[in-house]
C-alpha cells in the first residue's frame, strides 16, 4: 500500500513536471514565435519604409527636373521675345514740298544704336519725300535652338540697314545706310570681324537661296524687309529688333 502511495506520488509529481515542462516550453515557443512574427512585420515596414523613402526621392528627382525644364523652357520664351533696341529715328521737321504741294518733305535723324542704347556715331541727317519712312534692311534670322541656349555668335536675329526712302521715292533712290558685306555698325564693337560673320554677310545671298547651305550655318531664314511708318512732327521712333524674329518700328 504505501508503495503504491508512493508511485501515485512520484506519477502526480512527474505529470505536474511535465505539464509544467511543456507549458515553459510552450511559452518559450510561443514567444519566439510572436518576436519571430513581430520581427518580420518590423523588417516589411522597414522595407515599406524604404521603398516609399526611394518612392519620394525619386519623385523630388523627378520634380527638380521638372522644375529644370520649366525653367529652361521659361528662360527660352524670354529669349526669344528679348527686343534689342538698334536706332533711332527722330522727326526735325515737316513741310510743304516746293516741288508739289500735295506732298511733305520730312526730315529726319537716323542713329543706329549700341547694346545699352547709345548712339553709334553722329545721327544722320535725311529729308524724305512724305510722312512716310521705310526701312530696309537686311536680317538674319537664326533657328530658335541658338537663341533658346543664347549662343554667343547665333543667339539673336542681326541686321543690317540698306537705306531710307520715303514713300514718293524709289528704293533705289533712297538714302543708303551700311554697306553690304561689311559688318552693321550695331555689332562692331572693336573686336575683328570673325570669319562666321564676313561669311554670312558676304554670301547673304546664298544663304537666303540654299536651304541646305543655310540649315549648316544654323539660318532659319535670310531676306530683307522693310517696315514702315507714318511720321509725326516732334516724334521720335525706335527700331527694334525681336531676337527670333525681324524689325518693328514703335514710337517712343
Known amino acids: 500500500m504505501k508503495n503504491w502511495n508512493y508511485l501515485c506520488r512520484t506519477l502526480v509529481y512527474a505529470a505536474i513536471v511535465g505539464l509544467v515542462g511543456y507549458s515553459s516550453w510552450r511559452l518559450r515557443l510561443g514567444m519566439r514565435e510572436f518576436f519571430a512574427e513581430k520581427n518580420q512585420r518590423i523588417e516589411l515596414l522597414t522595407e515599406q519604409v524604404a521603398a516609399k523613402q526611394d518612392q519620394i526621392k525619386t519623385l523630388n528627382t523627378d520634380l527638380q527636373a521638372k522644375r529644370q525644364q520649366i525653367e529652361q523652357l521659361e528662360a527660352a520664351l524670354s529669349l526669344l521675345k528679348i527686343d534689342h533696341r538698334v536706332a533711332r529715328l527722330e522727326v526735325v521737321e515737316q513741310v510743304p514740298d516746293p516741288a508739289d504741294a500735295t506732298r511733305q518733305l520730312t526730315t529726319v535723324r537716323f542713329a543706329e544704336l549700341g547694346p545699352e542704347g547709345e548712339a553709334l556715331g553722329d545721327a544722320q541727317p535725311f529729308t524724305l519725300v512724305g510722312t512716310k519712312a521705310y526701312i530696309e534692311a537686311s536680317v538674319i534670322k537664326f533657328e530658335d535652338r541658338y537663341v533658346e541656349q543664347g549662343d554667343v555668335l547665333r543667339g539673336t536675329s542681326i541686321v543690317l540697314f540698306r537705306r531710307l526712302f520715303g514713300e514718293y521715292q524709289n528704293p533705289s533712290d533712297g538714302f543708303p545706310l551700311d554697306t553690304m558685306g561689311t559688318r552693321p555698325a550695331a555689332y562692331d564693337r572693336g ?36 517696315p514702315s511708318i507714318e511720321l509725326r512732327p516732334g516724334k521720335t521712333y525706335r527700331i527694334e529688333l525681336r531676337a527670333s524674329d525681324g524689325l518693328s518700328i514703335r514710337p517712343e
Open 191 to 226: 573686336s575683328v570681324m570673325s570669319q562666321f560673320e564676313r561669311r554670312l554677310w558676304a554670301d547673304f545671298w546664298d544663304y537666303a537661296n540654299d536651304p541646305v547651305k543655310a540649315r549648316g550655318a544654323g539660318v532659319r531664314a535670310a531676306h530683307d524687309e522693310a
